[in-house]
């Protein structure tokens, strides 16, 4: 089972992205449900961040950077999380990273699973 991120790429300061994240599984068996999904980035020399997270239920917790231009939804029938950035700045470049704290799937549970990650380049 993977988390296959996609929809980063280069934006101008002030503008909005689009990222997604889907659990892909082997055709031999399908992931069942999702616990926790976030969001997190790494920009060039800093430490990994949490920027959005939420749970099967729909809560939904931010960092304060992002309050308020960011959104994060999902899609418990599709195991999808996106993350909807608006009013981006130079500062919110990054590679972002999707998580799933847990996932049942025909292999058993699988914990703490991330996706390849997608860069999302604000320019100024």
């Known amino acids: 089972v993977q988390l296959v991120e996609s929809g980063g790429g280069l934006v101008q300061a002030g503008g909005s992205l689009r990222v997604s994240c889907a659990a892909s599984?082997?055709?031999?068996?399908?992931?069942?449900?999702?616990?926790?999904m976030a969001w997190f980035r790494q920009a060039p020399g800093k430490q990994r961040e949490l920027v959005a997270s939420?749970?099967?239920?729909?809560?939904?917790e931010y960092a304060e950077s992002v309050k308020g231009r960011f959104t994060i939804s999902r899609d418990n029938a599709k195991n999808t999380v996106h993350l909807q950035m608006n009013s981006l700045t130079p500062e919110d470049t990054a590679v972002y990273y999707c998580?799933?704290?847990?996932?049942?799937?025909?292999?058993?549970?699988?914990?703490?699973?991330w996706g390849q990650g997608t860069q999302v380049t604000v320019s100024s």
């Open positions: 998580n799933a704290d847990r996932m049942t799937s025909s292999w058993g549970p699988l914990y703490d699973s």
């Open positions: 599984a082997p055709a031999s068996g399908s992931v069942f449900s999702i616990g926790t």
């Open positions: 939420i749970t099967r239920d729909g809560y939904i």
